[in-house]
């Protein structure tokens, strides 16, 4: 009987390759949860900044904002930020994952339903610096039902007019 030629894989030889191969696998699938909270607190991050901008731009404006004064579970409650107050404020509000008050409507009219997701203070005090500034603070905290230890804050400081905005028609 002939002898086979030496082209063929030995068992050996099979066996170190898929050992090696298992081991380059297992390593690949353990950066899986490593991105994929990567990912979740990108997301989180940068609806927190959103969050943030909304406020800062309805303050900057002046316009009503939507948060709660005192209790959260008044959604329909508006609360008239006097950004020229002598006194620290605290404002707190629950948004849901789209970035929204639960329970308020939405861009297309229909009243959001989500689960708050983020907890988010407004602190509104006087500046340091100038009498016609007041500092503003937003912390946005994730997720909102875990304890306060456990949530991941985000926090975010301007300084806005504490007047109030005067438009003046040029002839």
Do not use: W
């Amino acid at each position: 009987m002939p002898m086979a030629s030496g082209a063929a894989f030995s068992l050996i030889e099979i066996v170190i390759a898929v050992g090696i191969i298992s081991f380059a696998l297992v390593g690949i699938l353990g950066l899986f949860p490593a991105a994929i909270n990567s990912a979740t607190d990108s997301q989180r991050e940068t609806q927190a900044a959103l969050i943030a901008h909304r406020i800062f731009s309805d303050l900057g404006t002046q316009a009503p904002f939507q948060q709660t004064k005192d209790d959260l579970t008044k959604p329909d409650s508006v609360a008239t930020v006097n950004l020229a107050t002598t006194t620290k404020k605290t404002y707190t509000a629950e948004y849901d994952e789209g970035g929204m008050l639960p329970g308020h409507a939405s861009g297309t009219g229909a009243k959001t339903t989500g689960a708050p997701v983020y907890y988010v203070e407004t602190i509104v005090e006087p500046s340091t610096q100038s009498p016609n500034l007041a500092r503003v603070e937003i912390d946005v905290s994730a997720p909102a039902s875990a304890p306060a230890a456990r949530r991941k804050t985000f926090v975010f400081v301007t300084l806005l007019n504490a007047e109030p905005l005067a438009l003046t028609a040029t002839p």
